[in-house]
């Protein structure tokens, strides 16, 4: 099965919500809520590939997707409904752009135009950094697409408010946001 214009994914694990944590030994439920979007599944497993797409994902390899992808929803009447990317079974269909990473072995991941990820910095503000805050508006690159050549990963830079959209990959916060959001270099 193939999709002229549209990669097919199945949830990686079979699981549409990522909302358990380890802490030490014990599991948590961080959320039970289904229209919680910081606790859907991210990340998928490619099934096809687009037949229009020329692209360097292939069939097999591990992408994250928007995190409207796997959710329920309730309509109108209270009835539960999968997204619209929902096809059939534990296939979905997801566009091109909502695809941000992609991995070829789950560890080691690379960003697509026009995608880029960013660790925030630990505050310079002695008070603020005692209570864990990040310093705003920069970060760390950490995954950036090829087309992004001004900076390189590593490099400390800032972005423009409202522009981070956070995710947590390899149990680490990062933000997505655009190539055209990072502003400067320090």
Partial sequence: MKSPYCFIIKAVDGRRYDNIRTYGD?????????????VSNRFAEVISVPIYYNGPITTGDIVVVHHNV?????DMKGRQKSSWHH?????????????????????????LSP??????VSSEDKMFNSLGTFEELWGEIVFKSDDLKEVEVGDIVSFTPDSEYEFRINNEVLYRMYNRNICLKK
């Fill in 87 to 111: 096809l059939k079974d534990d296939l979905f269909v997801v566009e091109p752009e909502q695809v941000y990473l992609y991995s070829k072995d789950k560890n080691i991941w690379n960003a």
């Fill in 26 to 38: 014990k599991e948590f439920i961080v959320s039970t809520s289904q229209e919680d979007h910081t």
């Fill in 115 to 120: 995608f880029v990820f960013i660790r925030p």
């Fill in 70 to 74: 796997f959710k329920f929803y309730y």
